[in-house]
């Protein structure tokens, strides 16, 4: 019954913009860490973003830091990604997490610090 799942993925051509969404159900979201993460080919799978459950604050990986706005509506059950400035090296399969865990700096761009998962969605920049 817990679901992640994400959409807004596409083609986009680099300096271009998308904007994905993850909503959840059978949960309240609202209660989590909310984050995204991306695996590209022949790479680890790296944390991009997150939003935190107390206070909605938001981190950032430096490589994306600057050109992605992560954001939540916990009405909706909802979680944002909004891309701009993207670049090839931003192509990967797109995954939301939540983790019900307290959030801790050192460790939120860790695959095991969340328990729930979408599929993904497939983002490729390229001309």
């Known amino acids: 019954q817990v679901q992640l799942v994400e959409s807004g993925g596409g083609l986009v051509q680099p300096g271009g913009s998308l904007r994905l969404s993850c909503t959840a159900s059978?949960?309240?979201?609202?209660?989590?860490?909310l984050g995204w993460f991306r695996q590209a080919p022949g790479k680890q799978r790296e944390g991009v973003s997150c939003?935190?459950?107390?206070?909605?604050?938001?981190y950032y990986a430096d490589s994306v830091k600057g050109r992605f706005t992560i954001s939540r509506d916990n009405a909706k059950n909802t979680v944002y990604l909004q891309m701009n400035s993207l670049k090839p090296e931003d192509t990967a399969i797109y995954y939301c997490?939540?983790?019900?865990?307290?959030?801790?700096?050192?460790?939120?761009?860790?695959?095991?610090?969340?328990?729930?998962w979408g599929q993904g969605t497939q983002v490729t920049v390229s001309s």
């Open positions: 997490a939540a983790s019900r865990a307290p959030f801790s700096r050192r460790t939120w761009d860790l695959g095991n610090t969340y328990k729930y």
């Open positions: 059978g949960f309240t979201s609202g209660y989590y860490t």
């Open positions: 939003t935190v459950s107390s206070d909605g604050s938001t």
